[in-house]
């Protein structure tokens, strides 16, 4: 286990608050490249591209019953990048606005970016 100082975490926190706007394009780009294999992604045309805009003109807002289809096919079994680039590793069932639903579980959400 890691142990920082207090000292470490307030100066890592300044310098991530300092440029929020860079440190989410970061994130966003990231979290693209990760994910670019996935299904999903190439359905709506995004080919690859990492930078804010293309993913903003290519990928709808959408709510859980939009990725529903796919997250059922990992919930049987499906082992391709469905939604993510990563393997899913965990399905967890929430009872969410009055119905159960899976939300999928991958190892790189518990580690950074």
Same mark, same amino acid.
């Given at each position: 286990?890691?142990?920082c100082?207090?000292?470490? &975490? ?9 440029? =929020? ?5 970061? =994130? ?8 670019? +294999?996935?299904? %999903?992604?190439?359905?709506? /045309?995004? /080919?690859?591209? &990492? ?5 903003? +003109?290519?990928?709808p807002? @959408? ?6 289809? %796919? ?8 082992? +391709? ?6 393997p899913? &590793?965990?399905?967890?069932?929430? %009872? @969410? ?11 790189? *959400?518990?580690?950074? *970016?």
């Amino acid at each position: 286990m890691t142990i920082c100082s207090c000292e470490e &975490t307030i100066n890592e926190f300044e310098m991530l608050t300092r440029d =929020t706007a860079r440190v989410q394009q970061d =994130t966003l780009k990231k979290i693209l490249e990760i994910n670019a +294999s996935a299904e %999903y992604l190439q359905n709506f /045309g995004l /080919g690859g591209r &990492t930078d804010a805009e293309s993913f903003k +003109s290519c990928i709808p807002l @959408c709510v859980h019953s939009d990725i529903e289809p %796919y997250i059922q096919r990992i919930v049987d079994g499906d082992t +391709s990048p469905v939604v993510t680039g990563e393997p899913i &590793t965990n399905l967890s069932l929430r %009872y @969410c606005t009055q119905s159960l639903k899976f939300v999928a579980l991958l190892c790189l *959400l518990f580690t950074s *970016l």
